[in-house]
């Protein structure tokens, strides 16, 4: 019962680095989001994908980029880290009634 | 315009009571869902329950319910006979009707802490 699958679940990063956060469903579902979680701001919407192969922006877009790979990925990437990017991050897919399937969450520290 | 509001940060409960967590939400969609999840200390985010726009009965999951009021355009959750296992951040969500299709993006509450006391 895989569900949602993200890794890594930490990372730490120096200010400039780049990553990228890897996202898998086994759901089947079509569309796919990532969040981020800052303390007293609940989850954000940064980027989501209705389907495999369109994306949108979402709330907190700048500094981001993302791929839908295929039907069941989704990746997340920093270009250029900055502090203002720690955060846990969390990657959902979606069923046909709206409700989010959450992954365990990633904990992204930029020094 | 905050789209959901949770105006509790925190909330205390006793042991087997019953307890109310407050959202309001602001939305000018006919058709529109409400959402209601649990974040323990360890981190995951765990779905409760759903209520549509046109459901007419309030919805209900063992001792979750969603007290629905449209009108006020309030989705409060409600907790009866807390149990310590209950402690956990909670948030509240809204799915807007995106142009008709079957996804929409949510848009999550603040979130309200909720300690269970034995």
């Known amino acids: 019962n895989a569900g949602v699958t993200q890794t890594p679940k930490f990372q730490v990063l120096k200010t400039g680095q780049s990553m990228t956060l890897q996202c898998a469903q086994d759901m089947n579902h079509n569309s796919m989001y990532w969040y981020r979680q800052d303390p007293g701001m609940g989850l954000r919407l940064i980027y989501y994908s209705a389907s495999e192969g369109t994306t949108d922006k979402g709330e907190v877009p700048n500094g981001y980029n993302v791929s839908r790979l295929n039907k069941r990925e989704f990746s997340l990437r920093l270009e250029s880290a900055a502090p203002s990017q720690t955060s846990v991050y969390f990657c959902a897919s979606q069923t046909g009634a709206g409700e989010l399937f959450f992954g365990e969450g990633s904990r992204l520290t930029v020094l | ?118």
Request: aromatic share 12%; net charge negative.
């Open chain 2, 1 to 118: 315009a905050q789209k959901i509001t949770q105006t509790q940060p925190g909330m205390f409960v006793q042991e087997k009571e019953a307890v109310t967590l407050d959202c309001t939400y602001d939305t000018s969609d006919q058709s529109y869902g409400l959402f209601w999840y649990k974040q323990p200390s360890s981190g995951e985010m765990i779905f409760l329950i759903y209520q549509g726009s046109y459901d007419e009965q309030n919805a209900t999951e063992g001792r979750y319910s969603l007290n629905f009021q449209k009108a006020r355009k309030s989705a409060n959750l409600v907790i009866s006979a807390s149990q310590l296992g209950d402690s956990a951040m909670y948030f509240c969500a809204m799915r807007e009707n995106a142009g008709g299709t079957s996804y929409g993006k949510l848009t999550f509450g603040q979130g309200t802490i909720l300690t269970v006391h034995p």
